[in-house]
C-alpha cells in the first residue's frame, strides 16, 4: 500500500524569504501522480502543483517549484518569495493509479512572519 | 460558474440520528469522492464513485452510506452505526482522466 510522509508538522518563514516542504512517499507503481495541495483557513483545499512522475522536469507555478526525485521517492515544495497569503496547512497527496484515490500526508502548517 | 457545492456548511447530529451531507458538482466529472478530515490528520477516504449508479468504499466506509443516482450529485449520510462523527468532510470530483481532485468547501458535522 502507498504512504505519503511529512515530516515537519510546522515551519516558518520571514516574508519575502524562500521556504521549502519536505514530503516522502512510498509505492511500487511506476507511473503515478503526485500533489500538493494548501489548505488556508477557510479550510477550502486548493491545488498548488501537480507532477506526473513519467516526466524528469520539475513542475513549476509561478512561485511553487518541486524538487522530485523519484529514485528517492522524495517530493518536496519550494515557495520562494513568501507572502503572508502562503500561511496555511500544505498537504502532499499521492495519486494512486486503480481508482484515482488520493493518499494524504498529515500536512505542514506553514507561517509567514512579517 | 461551474464548481462543487456541499451543503450544509456545518451540521449537527443527535445521537442515534442519521444526517445527509449534499455535494453538487456542475463540472461534468465522472467521478465523486467524500474524504474525512481529523484534526492533525492528512484526509482519508470514505466512499467514491467512478459513474452513475457505481460506487466503492474506501478506507473508513463502516458507518458511512452514499448513493450516486445522478451524475452531478454524490451525498453522503452519517448513519447512528458512525460512533465518532465530528470532523471535517471533503467532496471533490474528477474527470474521467484523474489528473487532479476539485474539491468543494465542506461541511463541518458536530455532535449534540
Known amino acids: 500500500a502507498q504512504t505519503v510522509t511529512q515530516s515537519q508538522p510546522e515551519m516558518s518563514v520571514q516574508e519575502a524569504e524562500t521556504v521549502t516542504l519536505s514530503c516522502t512517499y512510498d509505492?511500487?507503481?511506476?507511473?503515478?501522480?503526485l500533489f500538493w495541495y494548501k489548505q488556508p483557513p477557510s479550510r477550502q483545499m486548493i491545488l498548488v502543483i501537480r507532477?506526473?512522475?513519467?516526466k524528469q522536469q520539475n513542475a513549476t507555478e509561478n512561485r511553487f517549484s518541486v524538487n522530485f526525485q523519484k529514485a528517492a521517492k522524495s517530493f518536496s515544495l519550494k515557495i520562494s518569495d513568501s507572502q503572508l497569503g502562503d500561511a496555511a496547512m500544505y498537504f502532499c497527496?499521492?495519486?494512486?493509479?486503480?481508482?484515482?484515490?488520493?493518499?494524504w500526508g498529515a500536512g505542514t502548517k506553514l507561517i509567514i512572519k512579517p | 460558474d461551474g464548481g462543487i457545492t456541499q451543503s450544509p456548511k456545518y451540521l449537527f447530529r443527535k445521537e442515534g440520528q442519521n444526517v445527509t451531507l449534499s455535494c453538487e458538482q456542475n463540472l461534468n466529472h465522472d467521478a465523486m469522492y467524500w474524504y474525512r478530515q481529523d484534526p492533525g490528520q492528512g484526509l482519508r477516504l470514505i466512499y467514491y464513485?467512478?459513474?452513475?449508479?457505481?460506487?466503492q468504499k474506501g478506507d473508513i466506509a463502516e458507518g458511512y452510506s452514499v448513493s450516486r443516482e445522478k451524475k452531478e450529485s454524490f451525498p453522503l449520510t452519517v448513519t447512528s452505526a458512525q460512533k465518532n462523527p465530528t470532523a471535517f468532510y471533503l467532496c471533490a470530483s474528477t474527470t474521467g482522466t484523474g489528473e487532479t481532485q476539485y474539491f468543494g468547501p465542506g461541511t463541518r458535522l458536530l455532535v449534540l
Open positions: 464513485s467512478q459513474i452513475v449508479n457505481d460506487f
Open positions: 507532477q506526473e512522475a513519467y
Open positions: 497527496a499521492y495519486r494512486r493509479d486503480s481508482n484515482y484515490q488520493l493518499i
Open positions: 509505492t511500487s507503481e511506476s507511473d503515478y501522480y
